[in-house]
């Protein structure tokens, strides 16, 4: 069996346009002896997301700027899984709020979707047979220019709340209330909600197999 291998490499190109988790992931980063690089910066264009799941998204998106910037790259895909909604809006998430980024409508989206299936008090604690659990979903993605690749996927429970609370993070961020806290990941400080959050998750996983701090013995 292969070794996996680690990242001994002086830059790593973050395959994502979107400031929001562009500044999670290079936060996630501080501390590394490497350069993190957006991939904005260099001109890469953004693929196309045609697989069906967020393994598949996030591996063919860091594939792409990997050989586009023969560096490695390192890609997120990730998304708001609703379980009355059979786990919609998904790989879907960005989409909803398209062709112009509005998540706030993303968000009324979620509402009125789960209001049509029978949510009616979002406040409440108990809640009978209306069930307003869901998930964030993170997979991320490096690969290497020469093909080696390893993806690892993290999650975080929780409940969806209405109405949005906090501008603190981005996304469906709002209307997110992870499991055991009373504040939304809108209301939560960054570093918060980096300590326990889908993506950290997934950044906890990369750690084990991949990325070595710098003042790591």
């Known amino acids: 069996m292969k070794q996996q291998r680690r990242f001994a490499e002086k830059q790593l190109v973050i395959a994502t346009h979107n400031k929001g988790k562009l500044r999670e992931i290079t936060a996630l980063f501080d501390g ?20 069906t799941s967020f393994r598949g998204n996030a591996l063919l998106k860091a594939r792409a700027a990997a050989q586009a910037s023969s560096l490695p790259a390192l890609a997120d895909d990730s998304g708001l899984a609703v379980a009355a909604l059979d786990g919609a809006p998904g790989i879907y998430s960005a989409r909803w709020a398209a062709p112009d980024g ?7 989206r979620v509402h009125d979707e789960l209001t049509r299936v029978g949510a009616k008090d979002f406040g409440a604690t108990d809640l ?8 964030f979903i993170c997979a991320l993605a490096v690969v290497w220019p020469d093909g080696d690749e390893v993806c690892v996927e993290g ?16 996304g469906y961020d709002a209307i997110f209330q992870p499991d055991g806290y ?8 960054p ?4 300590a326990m959050s889908h993506r950290a998750d997934a950044f906890a996983q ?12």
């Open 155 to 170: 999650r975080v429970s929780g409940r969806i709340s209405w109405p949005p609370r906090g501008n603190l993070g981005f």
């Open 102 to 108: 509005d998540f706030d409508k993303a968000m009324q």
């Open 128 to 135: 009978g047979a209306t069930d307003l659990s869901a998930q």
């Open 191 to 194: 570093q918060e909600k980096h």
């Open 206 to 217: 990369l750690l084990q197999q991949v990325f070595t701090p710098s003042d790591a013995s």
């Open 32 to 51: 590394f002896d490497f350069t993190v690089i957006a991939a904005d910066s260099l001109g890469l264009a953004e693929p196309e997301e045609t697989e």
């Open 182 to 189: 009373h504040q939304s990941f809108g209301e939560m400080a």
